[in-house]
């Protein structure tokens, strides 16, 4: 497995590279949802690069972007397991040198649900994934359904701007509990660990209601909520049954829907959905 930390190197080794290339974004502080990613890569295209970058320009100035777990030497030999080829691991100060003033937009897909709890959080995803994009050249990337919205911005993106690159969107991991894998849960506190399991228990009711005959989306937002707040260190940020595509929040459910959710444990924000 090789390893660059500066664009010219990643350059250099990609051109190496047996084409054609699926390419991992990730954050770092790896686990099972990561690597499933990486093994679909792998098993899917000859070469498999990963990327590790805590991305300044996604996380709004009350985050925890310094707070945010790494461990690079753990990921590292994850990843040589998992059998990537290359590792893109840039310095903040190469990806935005200074004074940075490009900025990709998509518009209406990213300003409900995360983009409306997180102003701006789009626009750093759109935009560092469009550099890594024209830096990495993949023929495919990979994303989790974990972070559903993001899916579908990054697909928008590629589409609206031409860009040659196919998007696939991989199941989300869970714990045997039904708990999204997530670096953030690190966060959680073993109080804290048990209330979350709460967001995928507020799912599966709303699943199972749908499946009953409950197709009054309004109905189900409501019976979710409540849900949640029987959970005394559960906080709900925002819970959503949108179309599938658009985003667009639905009055009658109809499939594909996105029933997505934002709930606060304690200190910390977490996200999931089911696809109805
Ligand atoms: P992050 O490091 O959080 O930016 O995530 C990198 C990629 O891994 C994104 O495409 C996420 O959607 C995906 N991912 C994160 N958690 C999971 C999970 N539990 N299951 C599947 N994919 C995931």
Avoid at 83 to 93: E, K
Avoid at 153 to 178: A, Q, S, Y
């Amino acid at each position: 497995m090789k390893i660059a930390e500066k664009i010219d190197d990643m350059r250099k080794l990609r051109r190496r590279l047996t084409e054609p290339v699926g390419f991992v974004p990730t954050m770092g502080y790896l686990h099972e949802g990561h690597l499933s990613l990486v093994r679909k890569a792998r098993t899917e295209n000859p070469s498999a690069v990963v990327s590790i970058f805590v991305n300044p320009m996604q996380f709004g100035p009350q985050e925890d972007f310094v707070s945010y777990p790494r461990n690079t030497q753990h990921d590292l030999a994850l990843l040589d397991k998992a059998g990537t080829d290359l590792v893109f691991i840039p310095q903040a100060d190469e990806v935005y040198p200074q004074p940075f003033s490009a900025r990709v937009e998509i518009g209406k897909v990213t300003e409900r649900l995360e983009g409306t709890a997180r102003p701006g959080h789009f626009r750093g995803v759109t935009t560092v994934c469009a550099k890594l994009f024209n830096i990495i050249q993949p023929q495919r990337a990979y994303f989790g359904q974990k972070d559903a919205q993001q899916a579908i911005v990054i697909k928008k993106m590629v589409t609206d701007l031409n860009m040659n690159i196919e998007i696939v969107t991989l199941p989300t991991v869970r714990e045997p509990d039904g708990l999204a894998l997530s670096s953030r849960n690190t966060y959680l506190n073993p109080h804290e660990r048990q209330a979350a399991v709460v967001l995928y228990q507020a799912l599966s009711l709303a699943q199972q209601l749908y499946a009953n005959g409950e197709k009054n989306a309004e109905r189900l937002r409501q019976e979710i909520i409540g849900l949640i707040q029987q959970q005394p260190l559960a906080n709900v940020d925002y819970v959503s049954i949108a179309n599938a595509e658009t985003l667009d929040e639905l009055d009658t459910v109809k499939p594909p829907a996105l029933v997505s959710l934002a709930v606060k444990i304690g200190r910390t924000r977490l996200i999931d959905n089911i696809v109805i």
